[in-house]
């Protein structure tokens, strides 16, 4: 099993719109714990990005899977998400050939989908890929290593769609079948609410 690639996962927001909103269950495992599942159960290395209720969030994975990632503090969490992303980057082995983010309030994606991107990094190499839902662009995302610099000077809290925009000429979008990729756990809760 090759591990070219890190799936970052950020949970260490503030979470104001709904706080909590990571150790909601749903279907009998909190949101974190799914996101966990999805990609320890894929050939790639995970690290997930604590900050903000760190002890409550690792209290929420499954012990089995807690054993298979790397948990990376943000002490800086206040400050955005690009410090997650920042956090979980300069923690990382350096010969990764893919960077991936993914944030941890989305549990309602497909591993089958994850697998086919995972595919397309590996069958045609893109710089960057973003999975698109009827035109609408979600996670995970995708960057090659040699933007591991531009993910580490990241600022704010928009994230890694101000390096998308940067070099929007180097992007591939992948069209896929899996709303999934684009319901965060804020919309989900709107929606259901």
Sequence with gaps: MSRDICMIITAAGL?????????????GVSVISRVVSLFVNLPIDVILVTGNDEDRI???????N????????????????????????AES?????????????????QADIVTKLVKTLKDDRPDILVPVYENTPGHPVFFKHKYKI???????????????????DSVSFKKV???????????YLNKNN
């Design 150 to 168: 531009d993910l580490i000077n990241l600022k704010g809290d928009s994230g890694a769609r101000q390096l998308i925009k940067k070099y929007q």
């Design 58 to 64: 690792i209290d929420h994975i499954d012990s089995n």
């Design 15 to 27: 979470s104001l719109r709904n706080p909590g909103k990571l150790l909601m269950d749903i279907e």
């Design 93 to 109: 082995k350096s010969e990764y050939k893919y960077f991936g983010f993914c944030n941890g309030d989305k549990p309602f994606i």
């Design 177 to 187: 079948n899996d709303e999934g990729i684009i319901i965060d756990m804020d919309s």
């Design 66 to 89: 807690l054993k298979k990632i790397q948990i990376v503090p943000n002490t800086h969490f206040h400050t955005g998400l690009s410090s997650s992303i920042k956090c979980g980057v």
